[in-house]
């Protein structure tokens, strides 16, 4: 009897979600295309080729931020800062015993209000920066985090937001430790303000309950948690299933983990394998003309022709501004200056609103 009212409670929640689909869909008739470019999304795009010179040789560009003028990224877990014309202004963090600003970067914050860099190395070390490169600081994180996972740090509203795995201890089955994704909010101290138990968000079909490299954005000044979907063949009928159950308004304690991001205009997923390119990828929903982009590999650059855009990545919690690196021979078209072994040239994105 229960084996049956179960089968029969799956096949009705299908067919709600099927029914949910066909719904929005006629509605708002939405064009999908599996191929797509820069242009059908940005803005506008603006390349920074970063200095080359002896103290700086980058070969690759990770977690960008800006402040200003101020850029700053992360290369081989040290962090640099440069300006937003590409001009070298200094090494922030080295990986060398040598340097009283000793530690392996594993990512970091800007805090725009006082001028500092908060830097993390993923084992419970935190150091503070200013953005001439003083040192300001260290603490370690408290023993009660020893053993679970911090996510990827932001920051907002004068504090440092990050998701955490917690192991724990589930009697309903049989105690057998099971992991929890947890939102967590700090002062910019680390001293804890709030926490947030998360959930997959429910999207009307069977899913995986649990999100893989989950991020925190913004929406309607709150805070949510994003993650790359395991099945990005569905990104499109997952938006349009959020879209129709208005599960998109974020409010304050909001405790879904989505798969899409939201800005002004689209909402947008993308992941990176650099272990398997065909893996990667770039959906954008365009809510004003009802229109998808589901795009293995990435969008085309057809801005400065630098190829596909296999990894885009999330400049701040706003989801508005997108980054992206090239070097060598995919920016000669554009760059015929740029020399093999120069500093790549790091692109940023800007949506349209």
């Excluded at 949910?20 to 940005?42: C, E, H, I, M, R």
């Amino acid at each position: 009897m229960k084996r049956t009212f179960s089968i029969l409670l799956f096949l009705l929640l299908v067919i709600y979600a099927k029914e949910g689909y066909k719904l929005a869909t006629q509605v708002n008739p939405v064009q999908s295309f599996n191929t797509g470019s820069l242009s059908d999304v940005a803005e506008e795009v603006i390349a920074i080729p970063l200095e080359t010179n002896a103290h700086c040789i980058l070969s690759h560009a990770r977690l960008v931020k800006r402040d200003g003028d101020n850029l700053f990224l992360l290369c081989r877990q040290q962090l640099y800062h440069f300006s937003c014309s590409g001009k070298f202004i200094n090494q922030i963090t080295y990986c060398n015993s040598l340097y009283k600003n000793n530690i392996l970067a594993s990512d970091y914050v800007i805090d725009p209000v006082h001028k500092q860099l908060i830097v993390t190395d993923g084992q419970q070390h935190v150091q503070y920066y200013n953005y001439d490169g003083d040192f300001l600081g260290k603490i370690d994180l408290p023993a009660d985090y020893a053993g679970q996972s911090l996510g990827k740090l932001a920051y907002y509203d004068g504090h440092i937001w990050t998701t955490v795995n917690r192991a724990v201890l589930r009697k309903e089955y049989n105690n057998q430790l099971c992991m929890e994704q947890w939102l967590y909010k700090f002062d910019t101290a680390f001293h804890k303000v709030e926490t947030r138990k998360l959930t997959v968000a429910e999207l009307g079909r069977l899913t995986i309950d649990h999100a893989l490299e989950p991020e925190v954005a913004v929406a309607n000044r709150q805070v949510y948690v994003q993650a790359p979907s395991l099945q990005p063949d569905e990104l499109l009928q997952d938006t349009l299933y959020l879209i129709s159950r208005n599960k998109l308004d974020i409010t304050d304690g909001y405790s879904s983990i989505l798969p899409i991001r939201i800005s002004s205009r689209f909402l947008v997923s993308t992941h990176y394998n650099p272990n398997d390119e065909d893996k990667c990828y770039t959906f954008c929903y365009d809510q004003q003309k009802s229109r998808a982009y589901n795009v293995q590999g990435g969008l085309v650059d057809n801005f400065y022709g630098t190829g596909k855009v296999r990894e885009l990545q999330a400049m701040d919690v706003y989801s508005n501004s997108y980054c992206f690196y090239k070097s060598s021979e995919e920016v000669k078209k554009a760059f015929p200056d740029r020399k093999t072994g120069d500093n790549p040239v790091v692109f940023i994105v800007k949506l349209k609103a």
